[in-house]
């Protein structure tokens, strides 16, 4: 183990971030799930269908990093996950539509957290037809919005296992339609 720094459950984290996990409850908790399996998020993959039956999918910057991902978030109590995505979809990109009951697939990635600790998660995610995109939204001011075809936004994120989801990404005939 590195000088300066403490195990805590299976997790090496830098002395100077103790205080903050000692302080907030929370992460204490967050970090002793993390350490026995990933940490379950949901998330939207919004698509719209043009006129010429192309699909195409919205990416939207983090608010950390700026990097390119989909609406997601951790699942909500008292919601089914994949309203818990639908409603991370409208307060990130400002989107409605009709959700899947049933996830398209999942992928996983580490959360970045104030200092420096990261923790696994597993996002499973549910396709969003979008049927309109609200001009004002809560992180409206936060976030860069792009509309790009699946096989250009699985080059714009960092994620394997969603590069691979939004590259073979299609919807079908009843998708096509509504």
Not at 141 to 169: I, K, M, S, Y
Request: glycine share 8%.
């Amino acid at each position: 183990m590195q000088d300066g720094a403490q195990k805590i459950q299976s997790l090496t984290v830098p002395r100077s971030a103790l205080k903050t996990v000692s302080k907030r409850p929370s992460l204490k908790k967050l970090l002793r799930k993390a350490n026995a399996k990933p940490l379950k998020q949901v998330a939207a993959l919004p698509f719209r269908v043009g006129a010429d039956g192309r699909i195409e999918v919205l990416l939207i910057t983090s608010r950390d990093t700026g990097r390119w991902i989909i609406p997601k978030g951790w699942p909500m109590l008292g919601r089914k996950a994949h309203r818990a995505a639908e409603r991370e979809a409208f307060e990130e990109a400002g989107l409605k539509g009709q959700i899947a009951a049933s996830p398209v697939g999942w992928y996983r990635y580490e959360k970045r957290l104030d200092g420096g600790l990261a923790l696994p998660c597993k996002v499973r995610v549910y396709p969003l037809r979008v049927e309109v995109q609200h001009e004002r939204w809560p992180e409206r001011d936060q976030r860069t919005l792009r509309w790009v075809a699946p096989e250009e936004a699985a080059t714009l994120v960092h994620e394997d296992e969603l590069q691979q989801l939004l590259a073979g990404f299609t919807v079908g005939p009843r998708a096509r339609r509504a």
